[in-house]
């Protein structure tokens, strides 16, 4: 049995409660190990490590030493992927496919490409004219923000984590991470990272827990924060940006989505069915990209139907090791819950189910796992809630459309502005739509591509902020200017 511990000032501690809880492997329900919750004790030793070590060593490090560090904790994850890739496909159940080419070298490349972007960016410089005849030259100077709250979910652990710790980092700020209840493997071992590659004690630190009442709050409203960069849900961030308005801390958010996919009758057939496979189906349908709203121009709605179809059914639920997985379970049973009162809700609401909408047909052995089936609905009307809804699940609904205006009209008319995945061959009719769509990313016959020198983030309830290349430094950095006359 596995021990989870916080990780504070370079050393793991359990806790002053003696409270623990489980961490279960949704692929058959079993117990991977306890965690040690992380009570206000903690959060506030983490906390305090945090802040000591900005006015330590780490704070007294040039650019470029501290690029030196995030190198090797890049090197470090990648020396040992293979105890990052087991120790995140124990707590996700994914398969190993997706773990090993996108989890885990994302895990090590967040780390990397900040260590580019802080070592180039420049910041302003203007001269100007003094009434007296002399010169004022003012210039901008980048300063870490201080103490910043890491608070991640659990659908991409590793990735969605070090895509915060990374810049954060570089910029020269310490962190307390807060992993998902559900997923502490990963961030946790990070520490042991941290210590071989030399990092100084108290930069990266990690306390286990849930949300209210727990790590989760205390560390968002604690005054020794300076700044909160969060993952989650739209509900959740909307509490921790209440906890941020005490001492008017800057936050970062990452929320959901219900995304759309436009699809039009001159698309590449296959490569739309490929990556609306992809969009619709991968990681189980819990990635906040995922498309659960596909709109198919009506001349090949029937085609799209019968084709998505056909790839759903072909999506091999199993173990994330076998050769032939295609899809993992569910994160929870508490999330599987949700997922199949969202299908129940759909036929309910008179969905036309075009496959799936249950519990796959499991051996035995894996009965007590988080399964669903991946699920296609058409018939909904846009009200409909699992139209309207995010699902988080292996999930979408097909409708068809007539016009560009109509689908506008559709995919706008959300409380959410994620992502969107256009697909077409008129490009400039593509570039149109991606003007007018209300979303933070747009992909045009792609999704999920990403150069991590862009931008990423949500609009209306979907986020705020930008993260991403020089992006990320607008909120682990203070722009200080200083003007001097001569
Ligand atoms: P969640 O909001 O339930 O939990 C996220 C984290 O917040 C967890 O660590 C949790 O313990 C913590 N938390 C919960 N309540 C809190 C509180 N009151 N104060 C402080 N911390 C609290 O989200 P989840 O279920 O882990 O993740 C799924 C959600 O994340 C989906 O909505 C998905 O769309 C979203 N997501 C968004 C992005 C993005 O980049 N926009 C990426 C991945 C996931």
Known sequence: MKEFLNFINGEYVRNASGKTFQDINPVNGSV??????AGQAEVDAAVAAARAALKGDWGRLSVAERCKLLDAVAGEINRRFDDFLQAEIADTGKPHH???????????????????????????????????????????????????????????????????????????????????????????????????????????????????????????QHPGVNGITFTGETRTGTAIMKAAADGVRPVSLEMGGKNAAVVFADCDFQVTIDTLTRSCFENAGQVCLGTERVYVERPIFEKVVAALKERAEAMKPGLPFDHDTKIGPLISKKHQAKVLGLYKTAKDEGATIVTGGGVPDMPDALKDGSWVQPTIWTGLPETATVVTEE????????????????????????????????????????????????????????????????????????????????????????????????
């Open 32 to 37: 991977i190990g306890n965690i040690y919750e």
């Open 98 to 220: 997706l773990a090993s080419h996108v989890d885990i070298p994302r895990g090590a490349a967040n780390f990397q490409i900040f260590i580019d972007t802080i070592k180039s960016t420049a910041t302003e410089s203007f001269n100007m004219r003094t009434p007296d005849g002399k010169t004022a030259l003012s210039y901008g100077v980048r300063v870490p923000r201080g103490v910043i709250a890491v608070v991640c979910p659990w659908n991409l652990p590793l990735l969605l984590m070090t895509w915060k710790v990374g810049p954060a980092l570089a910029c020269g700020n310490t962190v307390v991470v807060k992993p998902s209840e559900e997923t502490p493997a990963t961030a946790t071992l990070l520490g042991e990272v941290m210590n071989q590659v030399g990092m100084p004690k108290g930069v990266y630190n990690v306390v286990h827990g849930f949300g209210p009442g727990s790590a989760g709050e205390f560390l968002t």
């Open 391 to 486: 699902i988080f699940g292996p999930c979408c609904h097909i409708s068809p459309f007539d016009s560009e205006e109509e689908v506008l009209g559709k995919v706008n008319a959300n409380r959410y502005g994620l992502a969107t995945a256009i697909f077409t061959q008129d490009i400039a009719r593509a570039n149109r739509l991606a003007h007018q769509i209300e979303v933070g990313l747009c992909w045009i016959n792609a999704w999920f591509l990403r150069d991590l020198r862009t931008p990423f983030g949500g609009s209306k309830q979907s986020g705020i902020g930008r993260e991403g290349g020089v992006h990320s430094l607008e909120f682990y950095t203070e722009l200080r200017n200083v003007m001097v006359k001569f």
